[in-house]
């Protein structure tokens, strides 16, 4: 039985194998057919390729290359100049990463790049995935090699009914036993070069997939239904009013948020609220001489207006009036957190977007003026 399986295996990733050598993306990192991998290329290109596309990573790397073309060039630059040459491509801790590793691995491996995973893992910003591709890609060693596309291959392959995030361990042990006996990094660059190519994420090519052959899902309009999506909950609600307070000239007023947390430091409207019941009135007010708010003729604008932050959704209630400005400001202090802006300058003011999605409104309302 075990033999049966072994051959299964074996006929699965010749096949991809075959197909591997006929499609393959000609990438500048990767060896010619016949050619020794490159190690530097190889670890400097998964470095950039996290969390970065092919398509975007390919400039950078021929730049990089260019300029350093060895571990050691990279070790002996200037940070400032490797940082330059990063730009665009976003995550800096990548590039430091990349400069302290460059030192490490001139300074304790002669230049060279380890073979050995254990090795690898000890480096900045080298995790398990990037170890275990430097080690199959490189050097040609057993390595099972799972990324994004991988377990999306995987899921469909077996048609696993639970999300990833459930199933990376399953996902694992499939990939394992479907390793090749030979050509380690050939085969984690097909498994690649297939999710990107032919297997993707939204419509699966799957007549002209090899190994629809071994796939539960091949070729019916399911495939593309997997992985199966994590049921996202339901953000929480919130509800917050901000005050649009214009003075005589309709200036707005705004105010430095000196609460911590969201928005901390930020110039902002001044609100009430971020309940996460609807339970705030008009009353609600919030600066000095409150009491003397009371009577101001209050518009409440109850068109639905909504931000969407990391953790919550927060909905917004805006509570227009005009001010006597004497009314609003009490000592000193108060005198240098609020300021009245004219309207022509609030585009050179640093808010925050919420802030700038209320102003709009109030625009596009003609409460105040663009
Ligand atoms: S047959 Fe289709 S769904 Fe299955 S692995 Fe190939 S492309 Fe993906």
């Given at each position: 039985m075990n033999k049966i399986k072994t051959n299964i295996s074996q006929i699965f990733s010749q096949k991809l194998l075959f197909w591997y050598d006929n499609n393959r993306r000609n990438l500048p990192w990767r060896a010619q057919p016949g050619e020794v991998s490159n190690p530097y290329f190889v670890y400097l290109s998964e470095i950039m390729l996290q969390q970065t596309v092919v398509k975007t990573v390919i400039p950078y790397f021929l730049r990089f290359i260019k300029k350093w073309p060895s571990i050691q060039n990279l070790a002996n630059a200037d940070f400032d100049e490797i940082s330059l040459y990063w730009a665009?491509?976003?995550?800096y801790r990548r590039a430091k990463n990349l400069h302290e590793t460059a030192n490490f691995i001139s300074k304790n491996f002669e230049g060279k790049i380890p073979s050995s995973k254990k090795l690898l893992l000890t480096?900045?910003?080298?995790g398990e995935y990037t170890a275990s591709a430097i080690i199959a890609i490189?050097?040609?060693?057993r390595s099972n090699v799972v990324d994004g596309n991988v377990e999306r291959i995987f899921s469909r392959l077996f048609k696993i009914e639970k999300p990833i995030k459930d199933t990376k361990k399953e996902i694992f042990n499939y990939s394992e036993k479907y390793l090749?006996?030979?050509r380690y990094g050939d085969y984690a660059q097909a498994l690649m070069d297939l999710g990107s190519?032919?297997?993707?994420?939204?419509?699966?090519r799957c007549t002209l997939c090899p190994i629809i052959d071994f796939?539960?899902?091949?070729?019916?309009?399911?495939?593309?239904?997997?992985p199966k999506k994590q049921i996202k909950n339901k953000k929480p609600e919130r509800f917050g009013l901000f005050y649009c307070l214009l003075n005589e000239n309709g200036d707005i007023l705004i105010t430095i948020n000196?609460?911590?947390?969201?928005?901390?430091n930020m110039n902002v409207l001044p609100s009430v609220g971020w309940y996460?019941?609807?339970?705030?009135?008009?009353?609600?007010l919030f600066i000095?001489?409150?009491?003397?708010?009371?009577?101001l003729e209050w518009k409440i604008i109850e068109k639905k207006l909504i931000h969407i932050f990391t953790h919550f959704k927060l909905n917004i209630s805006i509570a227009v009036a005009r001010i006597d400005?004497?009314?609003?400001l009490g000592d000193e202090s108060d005198i240098n957190r609020y300021k009245f802006v004219k309207t022509k300058d609030l585009n050179s003011i640093a808010l925050p977007s919420l802030i700038k999605k209320i102003i709009k409104h109030l625009q596009d309302e003609n409460i105040i003026l663009n």
């Open positions: 665009g491509l976003g995550y480096l900045p910003g080298i490189a050097f040609n060693k090749p006996k030979k190519l032919i297997c993707t994420p939204k419509s699966p796939c539960r899902v091949g070729g019916t309009v399911n495939a593309k239904l997997y000196k609460n911590q947390g969201l928005l901390a996460e019941e609807k339970k705030f009135t008009k009353n609600l000095p001489k409150e009491e003397s708010l009371f009577n400005q004497s009314l609003l």
